[in-house]
């Protein structure tokens, strides 16, 4: 039987709660429709909302399409992508390979499609590619849970005295944002910039610190 497009999303909104369960993650499903989410996770502490895709594979490289198009009484039919103030993240299950992905809102906010490279391509190309290994589920949760609890125990040092709360707050602030070397490589703009607002981008390549990104003075 021909999976229709309600068949793949449910299929893929499925195995990604299945999978989040499995890491022990808390799965929230919202009660009303037409939500740009599909599910919430918890993760650390934090409440994500997670739109949930289905996608498939060709020639070694995963599509993910994400427009999405309504119809208005005075404007037609308008195709619409996802931002921040809709979505955290995206959740991608290739229905060919039986794998899921998390990747975070700055890779797909206000694009229409996203590619998640598996091997090396043939012209050796490697900026701007989106490497599948970066994004497998367990692997960009525990990347996630990581950050988290480093912010949090900085940021529950001490409540004791304002004093103590505002150094803890700038503290925190200084907690290095870690991002692999591939995905630092192809959103160098969005880590730029906040890094000039202050923030820490440490680099890692193959788990090891590779190099820092760090405010001005």
């Known amino acids: ?69 309504y119809h208005s009484p005075t404007r037609g039919y308008v195709k619409a992508t996802y931002c921040a103030e809709e979505v955290d993240a995206l959740a991608v299950y290739c229905g060919d390979l039986g794998r899921i992905f998390l990747l975070p809102i700055e890779l797909f906010a206000g694009r229409s499609t996203v590619y998640l490279r598996l091997t090396e391509p043939r012209n050796k190309q490697r900026a701007a590619l989106n490497w599948a290994t970066d994004y497998e589920f367990p692997g960009a949760v525990a990347q996630l849970e990581e950050r988290c609890h480093g912010m949090a125990e900085v940021r529950g040092s001490s409540p004791l005295s304002s004093t103590v709360a505002t150094d803890a707050a700038e503290t925190a602030a200084t907690v290095p944002e870690v991002v692999g070397a591939h995905r630092f490589r192809n959103h160098f703009g969005y880590y730029l910039e906040r890094a000039s607002e202050g923030g820490e981008i440490l680099v890692e390549r193959r788990g090891k610190p590779y190099a820092r990104l760090c405010p001005p003075g």
């Open 1 to 69: 039987m021909e999976r229709t497009s309600n068949h793949k999303g449910n299929a893929a909104e499925l195995a990604i709660a299945a999978e989040a369960a499995r890491l022990g993650l808390s799965v929230l499903k919202p009660l009303t429709e037409h939500e740009r989410y599909d599910l919430v996770l918890g993760v650390a502490g934090r409440l994500l909302r997670v739109q949930c895709k289905w996608a498939s594979s060709t020639d070694d490289v995963i599509r993910v399409r994400l427009s999405t198009s």
